[in-house]
């Protein structure tokens, strides 16, 4: 199985400033999709935005943006302007390419991000 | 839109007890799965399903079990239940995956969070 590592068990940033959330995945694999999850208080799960491993360009989605390096396998969420319904905890999630079986999501361990305001 | 629906949103066992968590999605996915959420841990694959009449294990099946009767349903049921087995339990669904197309996102319910005490 794959493995997604969040080495920040939390962080927190000032109102309106911008964070960085990193995640790491092992693979053998070289077509895959990365995903971030943000898990709210009310337990929702609800995809922040998604990658294309086949793309090169960086997913942005509004204020979150990410920085993708396959060579690094590294998958790294900015939040731009933070805003206190950002709070929440935030997942990194591995998907494979298109294949028989599950076609699951393998995710990290989660960082709770805490915004001050 | 409804989208993916769980019963229910808490529930408290007594060890050895059994009860069937429920899941139903009015999207016409083919893909529906089954996570658990322990506490400060991503979520886990228990079963899934691609379809009417097929199911399979994930990660961490042992203790469960699953049907697919239909396309919308997916109950997962839990014969004997285990102080281990204390989580919040997450059910998903999508369309199958498209080699080469913008990937198909994984839908959430909003959690069962099951205590067995």
Sequence with gaps: AQTVTQSQPEMSVQEAETVTLSCTYDTSESDYYLFWYKQPPSRQMILVIRQEAYKQQNATENRFSVNFQKAAKSFSLKISDSQLGDAAMYFCAYRSAPQTGANNLFFGTGTRLTVIP | ?117
Excluded at chain 2, 23 to 38: A, E, F, P, V
Excluded at chain 2, 73 to 84: I, K, Y
Excluded at chain 2, 86 to 94: G, I, L, N, P, Q
Aim: glycine letters at 10%; hydrophobic letters at 30%.
């Design chain 2, 1 to 117: 839109n409804a989208g993916v629906t769980q019963t229910p949103k808490f529930r408290i066992l007594k060890i050895g007890q059994s009860m069937t968590l429920q899941c139903t999605q009015d999207m016409n996915h083919n893909y529906m799965y089954w996570y658990r959420q322990d506490p400060g841990m991503g979520l886990k694959l228990i079963y899934y399903s691609v379809g009417a009449g097929i199911t399979d294990k994930g990660e961490v099946p042992n203790g469960y079990n699953v049907s697919r009767s239909t396309t919308e349903d997916f109950p997962l049921r839990l014969e004997l239940a285990a102080p281990s087995q204390t989580s919040v339990y997450f059910c998903a669904s999508s369309y199958p995956p498209k080699s080469g197309a913008s990937n198909q996102p994984q839908h959430f319910g909003d959690g069962t969070r099951l205590s067995i005490l």
